[in-house]
Protein backbone atom coordinates (compact mmCIF):
# COMPACT_ATOMS: atom_id res chain seq x y z
CA UNK A 1 0.00 0.00 0.00
CA UNK A 2 1.26 3.62 -0.65
CA UNK A 3 1.86 5.52 2.12
CA UNK A 4 4.00 7.54 4.37
CA UNK A 5 6.16 6.28 6.60
CA UNK A 6 8.21 7.81 9.67
CA UNK A 7 11.64 6.68 11.55
CA UNK A 8 12.12 6.12 14.52
CA UNK A 9 8.44 6.37 16.22
CA UNK A 10 9.78 7.53 19.28
CA UNK A 11 13.29 9.32 20.22
CA UNK A 12 14.89 10.28 23.03
CA UNK A 13 17.13 13.04 22.64
CA UNK A 14 19.53 14.70 25.66
CA UNK A 15 19.23 18.18 25.58
CA UNK A 16 21.04 20.75 22.86
CA UNK A 17 21.95 17.32 21.27
CA UNK A 18 21.51 17.81 17.53
CA UNK A 19 18.79 14.87 16.36
CA UNK A 20 17.38 14.17 12.48
CA UNK A 21 13.95 12.67 12.18
CA UNK A 22 13.22 11.12 9.05
CA UNK A 23 10.29 10.18 6.35
CA UNK A 24 9.59 8.42 3.45
CA UNK A 25 6.51 8.25 1.33
CA UNK A 26 5.51 5.70 -1.76
CA UNK A 27 2.93 7.96 -3.03
CA UNK A 28 5.01 10.39 -5.66
CA UNK A 29 3.64 13.47 -3.97
CA UNK A 30 5.89 16.25 -4.79
CA UNK A 31 5.54 18.38 -1.69
CA UNK A 32 6.43 16.80 1.39
CA UNK A 33 5.22 18.73 4.93
CA UNK A 34 6.95 18.65 8.32
CA UNK A 35 4.04 19.67 11.25
CA UNK A 36 4.80 20.09 15.25
CA UNK A 37 2.41 18.98 17.47
CA UNK A 38 2.71 19.61 20.92
CA UNK A 39 0.34 17.26 23.74
CA UNK A 40 -3.19 18.42 23.74
CA UNK A 41 -2.78 20.79 20.75
CA UNK A 42 -3.27 20.54 17.04
CA UNK A 43 -0.30 20.46 14.57
CA UNK A 44 1.38 23.32 13.38
CA UNK A 45 2.92 23.15 10.16
CA UNK A 46 7.06 24.23 10.29
CA UNK A 47 7.54 24.19 6.56
CA UNK A 48 7.00 22.90 3.50
CA UNK A 49 8.94 21.50 -0.03
CA UNK A 50 7.77 21.52 -3.23
CA UNK A 51 9.61 19.11 -5.22
CA UNK A 52 13.11 20.63 -4.13
CA UNK A 53 11.90 24.46 -3.19
CA UNK A 54 11.79 24.26 0.65
CA UNK A 55 9.47 27.10 2.19
CA UNK A 56 9.44 27.81 5.74
CA UNK A 57 6.66 29.52 7.79
CA UNK A 58 7.84 32.83 9.32
CA UNK A 59 7.58 32.01 12.92
CA UNK A 60 9.70 28.46 12.47
CA UNK A 61 13.11 28.96 15.11
CA UNK A 62 15.93 28.64 13.11
CA UNK A 63 17.02 25.61 15.73
CA UNK A 64 14.83 23.63 13.09
CA UNK A 65 16.20 22.96 9.45
CA UNK A 66 15.10 20.47 6.63
CA UNK A 67 16.18 18.52 3.48
CA UNK A 68 14.53 16.44 0.78
CA UNK A 69 17.42 14.89 -1.23
CA UNK A 70 14.83 13.55 -3.49
CA UNK A 71 11.53 12.93 -4.22
CA UNK A 72 10.50 10.09 -1.79
CA UNK A 73 12.68 11.38 1.15
CA UNK A 74 12.57 14.02 3.93
CA UNK A 75 14.56 15.05 7.14
CA UNK A 76 13.68 17.50 10.01
CA UNK A 77 17.26 18.24 11.42
CA UNK A 78 16.58 20.23 14.99
CA UNK A 79 20.06 21.44 15.80
CA UNK A 80 20.07 22.02 19.30
CA UNK A 81 16.97 20.83 20.75
CA UNK A 82 15.45 22.23 23.90
CA UNK A 83 12.84 20.94 26.58
CA UNK A 84 10.52 23.03 24.38
CA UNK A 85 10.74 21.06 21.45
CA UNK A 86 9.64 18.09 23.11
CA UNK A 87 6.44 17.25 20.87
CA UNK A 88 5.03 14.87 18.46
CA UNK A 89 6.04 15.52 14.46
CA UNK A 90 4.13 14.87 11.58
CA UNK A 91 5.48 14.29 7.91
CA UNK A 92 2.58 14.95 5.53
CA UNK A 93 2.25 14.72 1.44
CA UNK A 94 0.26 15.55 -1.16
CA UNK A 95 -0.22 16.13 -5.03
CA UNK A 96 -0.08 19.48 -6.42
CA UNK A 97 -2.66 19.70 -8.88
CA UNK A 98 -6.69 20.37 -8.10
CA UNK A 99 -6.70 17.86 -4.91
CA UNK A 100 -5.13 19.07 -1.94
CA UNK A 101 -5.59 16.42 0.40
CA UNK A 102 -2.60 16.00 2.63
CA UNK A 103 -1.48 12.57 3.74
CA UNK A 104 0.01 12.06 7.26
CA UNK A 105 2.94 9.83 8.79
CA UNK A 106 2.14 8.09 11.82
CA UNK A 107 4.56 10.63 13.63
CA UNK A 108 7.72 10.67 15.55
CA UNK A 109 7.04 10.84 19.48
CA UNK A 110 10.41 13.19 20.32
CA UNK A 111 11.80 13.42 24.49
CA UNK A 112 14.28 15.62 25.46
CA UNK A 113 15.94 15.05 28.96
CA UNK B 1 -3.62 34.68 8.76
CA UNK B 2 -6.26 31.93 8.66
CA UNK B 3 -7.49 31.38 12.41
CA UNK B 4 -9.96 28.13 12.77
CA UNK B 5 -12.28 27.93 15.83
CA UNK B 6 -13.76 24.42 16.70
CA UNK B 7 -16.38 23.64 19.30
CA UNK B 8 -17.30 21.63 21.45
CA UNK B 9 -13.79 20.68 22.82
CA UNK B 10 -15.05 17.62 24.44
CA UNK B 11 -17.99 15.27 23.08
CA UNK B 12 -19.77 12.66 24.35
CA UNK B 13 -22.16 10.40 22.95
CA UNK B 14 -24.27 7.47 23.60
CA UNK B 15 -23.38 4.87 21.30
CA UNK B 16 -25.80 5.19 18.24
CA UNK B 17 -26.26 9.03 18.91
CA UNK B 18 -25.64 11.45 16.15
CA UNK B 19 -22.65 13.80 17.01
CA UNK B 20 -21.58 17.46 15.75
CA UNK B 21 -18.55 19.60 15.48
CA UNK B 22 -18.45 22.62 14.09
CA UNK B 23 -15.84 25.23 12.75
CA UNK B 24 -15.61 28.56 11.75
CA UNK B 25 -12.61 30.34 10.03
CA UNK B 26 -11.94 33.40 9.34
CA UNK B 27 -9.49 34.05 6.32
CA UNK B 28 -12.46 34.30 2.96
CA UNK B 29 -9.38 33.03 0.47
CA UNK B 30 -9.81 29.22 2.34
CA UNK B 31 -10.82 26.87 -0.66
CA UNK B 32 -10.69 23.35 1.18
CA UNK B 33 -11.54 22.17 4.36
CA UNK B 34 -10.89 18.73 5.33
CA UNK B 35 -11.63 16.21 8.01
CA UNK B 36 -8.96 14.43 10.55
CA UNK B 37 -9.16 11.95 13.10
CA UNK B 38 -6.50 11.03 15.41
CA UNK B 39 -6.39 7.87 17.89
CA UNK B 40 -3.90 8.71 20.57
CA UNK B 41 0.15 8.03 19.40
CA UNK B 42 -1.35 8.03 16.26
CA UNK B 43 -1.48 10.47 12.93
CA UNK B 44 -4.13 12.20 11.69
CA UNK B 45 -6.36 10.47 9.12
CA UNK B 46 -8.17 11.94 6.30
CA UNK B 47 -11.91 11.16 6.93
CA UNK B 48 -13.54 13.41 4.47
CA UNK B 49 -12.97 16.88 3.16
CA UNK B 50 -15.10 19.70 1.23
CA UNK B 51 -14.69 22.35 -1.38
CA UNK B 52 -15.47 25.57 -1.35
CA UNK B 53 -18.10 24.78 -4.36
CA UNK B 54 -19.82 22.39 -2.80
CA UNK B 55 -22.23 22.82 0.30
CA UNK B 56 -22.65 19.30 1.39
CA UNK B 57 -21.18 15.57 1.08
CA UNK B 58 -21.82 12.87 2.40
CA UNK B 59 -19.50 9.01 2.91
CA UNK B 60 -21.47 6.57 4.61
CA UNK B 61 -22.24 7.57 8.63
CA UNK B 62 -19.77 11.07 8.61
CA UNK B 63 -21.22 14.08 6.75
CA UNK B 64 -20.21 17.64 6.21
CA UNK B 65 -21.08 20.61 5.55
CA UNK B 66 -20.37 24.31 4.59
CA UNK B 67 -21.46 27.90 4.71
CA UNK B 68 -19.43 29.80 2.66
CA UNK B 69 -21.09 33.19 3.26
CA UNK B 70 -20.77 32.67 7.74
CA UNK B 71 -17.46 30.82 6.90
CA UNK B 72 -18.59 27.71 9.32
CA UNK B 73 -18.05 24.08 8.38
CA UNK B 74 -20.02 21.35 10.17
CA UNK B 75 -18.73 17.18 10.85
CA UNK B 76 -21.74 15.18 11.31
CA UNK B 77 -21.52 11.39 12.77
CA UNK B 78 -24.38 9.25 12.88
CA UNK B 79 -25.09 5.84 14.68
CA UNK B 80 -21.80 6.88 16.67
CA UNK B 81 -20.05 3.13 17.46
CA UNK B 82 -16.95 2.87 20.48
CA UNK B 83 -14.21 3.24 17.78
CA UNK B 84 -15.64 6.78 16.75
CA UNK B 85 -14.13 7.44 19.77
CA UNK B 86 -10.71 9.93 18.66
CA UNK B 87 -9.84 13.01 18.42
CA UNK B 88 -11.50 15.53 15.47
CA UNK B 89 -10.02 17.99 13.78
CA UNK B 90 -11.02 20.21 11.36
CA UNK B 91 -8.52 22.42 8.95
CA UNK B 92 -9.25 25.25 6.34
CA UNK B 93 -7.06 25.26 3.61
CA UNK B 94 -5.24 28.07 1.27
CA UNK B 95 -3.04 26.89 -1.43
CA UNK B 96 0.63 28.43 -1.59
CA UNK B 97 1.76 30.22 -4.55
CA UNK B 98 4.55 27.87 -5.49
CA UNK B 99 2.63 24.56 -4.67
CA UNK B 100 1.09 22.63 -1.88
CA UNK B 101 -1.13 24.03 0.62
CA UNK B 102 -1.24 25.43 4.32
CA UNK B 103 -3.71 23.94 6.69
CA UNK B 104 -4.69 25.44 9.49
CA UNK B 105 -6.18 23.19 12.62
CA UNK B 106 -8.82 23.90 15.03
CA UNK B 107 -7.98 23.13 18.69
CA UNK B 108 -9.84 19.64 18.34
CA UNK B 109 -12.90 18.10 19.89
CA UNK B 110 -12.18 14.91 21.59
CA UNK B 111 -15.23 12.09 20.96
CA UNK B 112 -15.93 9.74 23.23
CA UNK B 113 -18.75 7.24 22.42
CA UNK B 114 -20.21 5.57 26.01
CA UNK B 115 -21.59 2.08 25.27
Known amino acids: DAMVIQNPRYQVTQFGKPVTLSCSQTLNHNVMYWYQQKSSQAPKLLFH???????NEADTPDNFQSRRPNTSFCFLDIRSPGLGDAAMYLC????????????FGPGTRLTVT | GENVEQHPSTLSVQEGDSAVIKCTYS??????FPWYKQELGKGPQLIID?????GEKKDQRIAVTLNKTAKHFSLHITETQPEDSAVYFC??????????????FGTGTQLKVEL
Open chain 1, 92 to 103: ATSYTGVLHEQY
Open chain 2, 50 to 54: IRSNV
Open chain 2, 91 to 104: AASISFTGGGNKLT
Open chain 2, 27 to 32: DSASNY
Open chain 1, 49 to 55: YYDKDFN
